[in-house]
């Protein structure tokens, strides 16, 4: 399984970016894939996940600004994240639920 997350960046408080997720190596349409995050100092926590129907998840704390998606023709997962905040300020990574491989992630840091 190869993964590669992109579009992280510096961006200030209220502000939004999109993160991408592209697999290969799976049958991707046919996986839940997650978003995690792991900020400095703190242990790998969950974000998101959607299953292979479309049916997304959310950690409580992030639902009402966080949206993931994917878009299966071009086997890639999104995570649309709005009104960002420095607590967000994170290295985010994806994976498919059934298998253990990761991405080397992508880092977001959101300034006060």
């Known amino acids: 399984v190869q993964i590669v997350e992109s579009g992280g960046g510096l961006v200030q408080a209220g502000g939004s970016l999109r993160l991408s997720c592209g697999v290969s190596?799976?049958?991707?349409?046919?996986?839940?894939m997650e978003w995690y995050r792991q900020a400095p100092g703190k242990q790998r926590e969950f974000v998101a996940s959607?299953?292979?129907?479309?049916?997304?998840a959310y950690a409580d704390s992030l639902k009402d600004r966080f949206t993931i998606s994917r878009d299966n023709t071009k086997k890639t997962m999104y995570l649309q994240m709005n009104n960002l905040k420095p607590e967000d300020t994170a290295v985010y990574y994806c994976?498919?639920?059934?298998?253990?491989?990761w991405g080397q992630g992508t880092q977001v840091t959101v300034s006060s």
């Open positions: 994976k498919a639920l059934r298998y253990k491989d």
């Open positions: 190596g799976i049958t991707f349409s046919a996986n839940t």
């Open positions: 959607i299953t292979h129907g479309d049916i997304p």
